[in-house]
């Protein structure tokens, strides 16, 4: 069966302290992996796109990794404006044809100042 | 551009009523996705559609209808409303000529409650 897993599912860091969020997957044809930021009582937001084993994407303190069953998102001296919502979502096809988006449940990051 | 623009904000609807969540995006992409999200719940895919005229079932399509009548315009009705719809809804966009491949582009939702 196709699913997304992320863990932790909540982290809590101080400012400054490095730290990385796991997205492990099962999917028949992967066609991409997405990191998206989501903040309380709004839509997510892209951050990364990888589309290959081996491929890194980095945006300020954000660093995105992918390997064959997971992909890692490493925060390095994270502030409190990095708290929110890390949601990892994958594309595969459809049986029928198509394709399909499945997202895991996210991480809930909190940076204390 | 306003991007992608979803109507109403909150709605609360009695059961058996029927509503139509509105979605509008702004960035001639080809495709849209409704999606909806539960406490603790990664958003699950109820249907999208590659093009006007064309749509299809996601993960989670029971209950729901569309229609993308417009390249702009992907509404999402609700017949029958019952407790277990009780979500936020979020539509999305992309654009891409090689089957979906490329980020989507999310509105700000639409929190239901059905009592």
């Known amino acids: 069966e196709d699913q997304v897993t992320q863990s932790p599912e909540a982290l809590r860091l101080q400012e400054g302290e490095s730290s990385s969020l796991n997205c492990s997957y099962t999917v028949s044809g992967l066609r991409g992996l997405f990191w998206y930021r989501q903040d309380p009582g709004k839509g997510p937001e892209f951050l990364f796109t990888l589309y290959s084993a081996g491929e890194e994407k980095e945006k300020e303190r954000l660093k995105a990794t992918l390997t064959k069953k997971e992909s890692f998102l490493h925060i390095t001296a994270p502030k409190p404006e990095d708290s929110a919502t890390y949601l990892c979502a994958v594309q595969g096809p459809f049986n029928t044809g198509g394709f399909k988006t499945i997202f895991g449940a996210g991480t809930r990051l909190f940076v204390k100042a | ?115």
């Open chain 2, 1 to 115: 551009n306003a991007g992608v623009t979803q109507t109403p904000k909150f709605r609360i609807l009695k059961i058996g009523q029927s509503m139509t969540l509105q979605c509008t995006q702004d960035m001639n992409h080809n495709y849209m996705y409704w999606y909806r999200q539960d406490p603790g719940m990664g958003l699950k895919l109820i249907y999208y559609s590659v093009g006007a005229g064309i749509t299809d079932k996601g993960e989670v399509p029971n209950g729901y209808n569309v229609s993308r009548s417009t390249t702009e315009d992907f509404p999402l009705r609700l017949e029958l409303a019952a407790p277990s719809q009780t979500s936020v809804y979020f539509c999305a966009s992309s654009y891409s000529k090689t089957g979906g491949r490329n980020e989507q582009f999310f509105g700000p939702g639409t929190r239901l409650t059905v009592l």
